[in-house]
């Protein structure tokens, strides 16, 4: 029965890019923002909280969109799905990706 319900939460982990808009989905809701929403979006690695992932993707809206910032945690998806996100995202991004604690490791 534990065994289901840790398949179920990592299984329910999903990015999707839809018609102009970037919906993150996980065991414990979704959240969505319009991709000419984004103001900048950068990658973190590192704690910065209790419940933060390690290796974060934020993506942060503009302040007319009046919603919270966009936490993705980057270690469930593929290294592959990580860089599309990022190169959907251009010139929204505010450095270059890093997707390793090893310097160089960024997008290439």
Not at 66 to 71: Q, V
Not at 103 to 108: H, I, P, T, Y
Request: some cysteine; glycine content about 8%.
């Amino acid at each position: 029965m534990l065994f289901c319900i840790v398949m179920w939460g990592i299984w329910s982990y999903r990015i999707v890019v839809d018609n102009g808009t970037l919906t993150y989905c996980t065991m414990f809701g979704k959240q969505s923002i319009a991709l000419d929403d984004v103001a900048r979006a950068r990658t973190e690695i590192g704690a910065s909280g209790p419940f933060a992932p390690m290796f974060r993707l934020v993506i942060e809206p503009l302040n007319a969109a009046g919603s919270r910032s966009m936490i993705i945690n980057m270690k469930i998806f593929k290294r592959e799905d990580v860089v599309m996100l990022c190169e959907i995202l251009g010139s929204k991004m505010v450095e270059r990706p890093r997707l390793s604690i090893f310097r160089g490791k960024g997008l290439r």
